[in-house]
């Protein structure tokens, strides 16, 4: 295991991008990874597993486009992916997948693969957000 230095001496996670190909404990640091995800400038698939964490962050109560914006002023579009994926959500998918600018797909678990029929896997990176509840549903099995 390797030990990275983290910077959160006001509460946020002060880094360019998260490590690749890791498993990051942001327990640790008790600080917001998802954040830091979201305010880089690569194209990113965030999955997490309940549609309130994406309400949390997108501000809506469907799927579809929003802009969050973060403490210091500064925003990053976003697309939320959950519930009903009619052809209006793909529609509104395509042309947020085709517009310019930095990418964020916000996304449950299960839509995953869907996504994947639209995007190109390999230009965006994958993280699953709050891991651990995969971890501990598998266990059950």
């Known amino acids: 295991m390797e030990k990275l230095p983290i910077n959160s001496s006001d509460g946020f996670l002060h880094m360019e991008d998260l490590p690749h190909n890791c498993i990051f404990n942001k327990v640790v640091t008790g600080c917001g990874g998802t954040t830091v995800v979201l305010r880089n400038s690569e194209d990113y698939v965030i999955a997490v597993p309940t549609t309130e964490l994406i309400i949390n962050k997108t501000g809506r109560i469907d799927a579809g486009f929003s802009t969050i914006k973060f403490h210091d002023g500064t925003g990053q579009s976003v697309f939320g992916l ?3 994926f009619d052809n209006d959500v793909r ?4 042309r947020y997948i085709e517009s310019n600018g930095t990418k964020k797909i ?3 678990y299960d839509k995953v693969p869907r ?3 639209f995007i190109v896997p ?3 990176r ?3 957000d709050e891991y651990h509840c995969l ?4 266990s059950y099995r």
């Open 135 to 138: 971890l501990k549903a598998y």
């Open 82 to 84: 959950f519930g009903k």
């Open 115 to 117: 996504l994947l029929d």
């Open 91 to 94: 529609k509104d998918l395509v």
């Open 122 to 124: 390999h230009n965006f």
């Open 106 to 108: 916000i996304c449950t």
């Open 126 to 128: 994958l993280l699953i």
